[in-house]
């Protein structure tokens, strides 16, 4: 990794160096790298390419793996509606508030970066020394990054020119027009059918692009393509060929992926291998992943900090009570009808009996008594007297007992559960328990949050960090993996009127049986299986709808996409889902809320934590009122604000518009200020 890096930077350093040629004699000099002569043999390309791979962590994607989630693909979630700022407190989601205003530049109208060298790169395949395979195999590469940046642009601003070589100061493509979101679409899909067709088997390293990741693309783009037309109404006479066409490469993908991987269990006996995708040291070689981004420490020092944060008071990344009632109980049932809910009045009886990927993206409650350590127990806790307090201390113990023998990867004993409780910092302090309140008794400075509901899907006890020092994250994480295929795949078929217990055997209950969840039956899925579904908003209701007002969704479609926001839940889907679904209203135009909580678990003094009457009006907890949900922000709709039309697409930016007079705006960002 580090050699090419290296390359690739003195490749780039050279082609900059040489920029204002002259041409003399009209001959490249040989001694030094130019754009020339740089681009003649089969490694100088795949020197050029390495940089290109800095855009699975750019922060313009919603999925970026970038340092931490909570900068990169979490903010995307938390965009949604489907985690929670500790920053948002009393100020709600920017969405749902009305403080999207008007930018002079960025925005992510980029046309530069990624996609420049792309273009830079393709441009000079034809002229190179490369055998056709060769040139084939980086034409193909070069497609597959112009499209994933271009499938970025058309996502955000719909309309946009098509730019398909460098620009330079006398390129007349620079004043170019927004071309027919739908042409520029199908350009994409065509680039990526040649790439999957094309890009050649040679060993670049590991992990790089082959052609199981075009086709992971091609299953990604054509859906979220197809949906986005179908709910907002654009042109359907292609909308079945994308679906088609998404089912047809997601079924190639399931045929060479067709195992999950399962970590510590098996089948019969579900593991940690949904906890362990985030957590690992190596994906190299793990079932289901197609594309990581490889943290190796060593090298290029190459590290990333979600852990790091999430263990100290920089983790402000949580949940509200509504995503989580979204998770079903084990027996694959809502918590509207399944009796094994236990309700929603103490948080043990919360995470009791629920899907296990809850307790893996959310801090489950527990409690202990802290202690002085000694030579006979070095532990500076002790369980308390009350068996609920340990059950989840229990539960991730046996996770972390766990066998590891025949498993993939370079794992010891202490890795394998990834999460242990109760939780410390880097400097072993203890949280004594969760949930862990800001301004709560007892309360620790970090770990902490206003709903209750802590986030910690990239912990781990393993990884290598210091207080406000190196923080030194090695675990790697997934691009493109084959829990993300079948959920296109099933969504895919249901748009096609294809969806039966066949299809969700093959996708849904495949994510299923690794947790231990029961399967989906769809012939028990009705009206009546989830009262509370999500709905969708024709564009025929407007701006700022409650969100009770919706079109009640099929309840089957509502199951399938309930699974998909829980499996992939802080990766970063959540914007481009609730824009593509017009769902937006349904997840942030509501009142958000915390736990249920009592008076007795906040400092009786503080006023600053609220309960919500039965108003939504916060209440003091030093008031008449002694236990409640616990207030987070107001009601958007009753505060006069809510999602808009507009917020569907970007607004180009003023300033490219004032460059570019060819430009139109996107609508309702007009006159925005």
Not at 71 to 86: E, Q
Not at 97 to 111: C, E, H, K, L
Request: hydrophobic share 35%; aromatic share 14%.
């Amino acid at each position: 990794m580090k050699t090419k890096i290296y390359l690739s930077a003195i490749l780039a350093l050279g082609l900059g160096l040489t920029a204002c040629n002259d041409d003399f004699l009209e001959r490249a000099p040989k001694t030094e790298l130019t754009e020339e002569n740089a681009f003649q043999s089969y490694d100088n390309f795949k020197a050029f390419a390495w940089p290109l791979y800095e855009m699975f962590s750019n922060t313009m994607f919603g999925t970026a793996i970038s340092g931490t989630g909570q900068g990169s693909c979490y903010s995307a979630d938390i965009n949604a509606g489907w985690m929670y700022s500790r920053g948002q407190h009393l100020n709600g989601n920017s969405y749902a508030m009305g403080r999207i205003t008007s930018v002079a530049s960025g925005n992510g109208w980029d046309f530069s970066g990624g996609l420049r060298r792309a273009n830079i790169m393709l441009s000079h395949i034809d002229d190179s020394n490369m055998t056709q395979e060769e040139k084939d195999h980086w034409r193909a590469v070069g497609y597959f990054f112009h499209s994933y940046w271009y499938i970025e642009l058309i996502n955000r601003f719909g309309d946009v020119p098509w730019i398909d070589k460098p620009l330079t100061d006398e390129s007349e493509e620079r004043f170019a027009s927004r071309e027919d979101r739908i042409a520029v679409a199908d350009r994409v899909l065509e680039r990526l059918q040649w790439a999957e067709q094309n890009i050649g088997t040679y060993d670049d390293g590991t992990p790089t692009i082959n052609q199981d990741c075009v086709q992971a693309l091609i299953s990604r783009f054509t859906l979220r393509e197809a949906t986005w037309r179908k709910y907002h109404e654009l042109d359907q006479s292609g909308v079945n060929a994308y679906l088609n066409e998404c089912v047809r490469v997601s079924e190639a993908l399931m045929a060479k992926y067709p195992n999950l991987y399962y970590g510590g269990g098996t089948e019969t006996a579900p593991g940690t291998g949904y906890n362990e995708m985030w957590s690992t040291e190596s994906l190299n070689g793990v079932p289901g992943i197609i594309l990581f981004i490889q943290y190796n420490g060593t090298g290029d020092t190459r590290y990333h900090n979600f852990s790091a944060l999430e263990h100290m008071d920089s983790g402000n990344a949580e949940m509200t009570q509504d995503m989580v009632d979204l998770y079903l109980c084990t027996d694959g049932k809502t918590i509207s009808n399944s009796p094994l809910y236990e309700g929603d009045k103490t948080p043990y009886a919360t995470f009791r009996n629920r899907d296990p990927r809850l307790y893996y993206v959310v801090m489950p409650p527990y409690r202990v008594t802290a202690k002085t350590p000694t030579s006979d127990d070095p532990r500076s806790w002790e369980y308390t007297d009350n068996p609920d307090d340990r059950y989840y201390i229990d539960l991730l113990g046996a996770d972390m007992n766990s066998s590891n023998e025949g498993e993939v990867g370079d794992r010891t004993a202490a890795q394998y559960g990834m999460k242990r409780l109760p939780a410390q910092n880097w400097t072993a302090q203890l949280v004594s328990s969760v949930p862990n309140f800001i301004d709560g008794v007892g309360a620790t400075g970090f770990v902490r949050g206003y709903s209750g509901y802590y986030f910690w899907k990239g912990w781990t006890t393993w990884e290598k960090n210091m207080n406000g020092g190196i923080m030194q994250n090695t675990s790697d994480k997934p691009v493109f993996k084959i829990e993300e295929v079948l959920l296109n795949y099933a969504e895919a078929k249901w748009e096609l009127g294809q969806f039966d217990q066949t299809v969700a055997d093959r996708s849904i209950n495949l994510l299923r049986d690794r947790v231990g969840v029961a399967r989906m039956v769809v012939s028990e899925i009705n009206g009546s299986f989830d009262p509370n579904r999500g709905k969708w908003y024709p564009k025929s209701l407007g701006d700022k709808v409650p969100w009770q007002s919706g079109e009640d969704l099929d309840p089957v479609l509502w199951e399938i996409r309930r699974e998909r926001i829980v499996e992939l839940m802080g990766e970063g889907f959540g914007f481009y889902d609730i824009r593509r679904w017009r769902m937006a209203p349904w997840f942030l135009n509501r009142q958000h809320k915390g736990m249920w909580a009592t008076q007795d678990m906040f400092n009786a003094n503080s006023g600053s934590q609220y309960f919500m009457d039965g108003s939504g009006n916060p209440v003091t907890v030093t008031g008449s009122q002694t236990e409640g949900y616990v207030y987070l922000e107001a009601d958007p709709i009753a505060a006069g604000q809510g999602w808009q039309e507009r917020y569907y697409l970007y607004q180009i930016p003023t300033t490219e518009i004032l460059l570019n007079p060819a430009l139109t705006q996107n609508p309702g960002w007009e006159d925005a200020e």
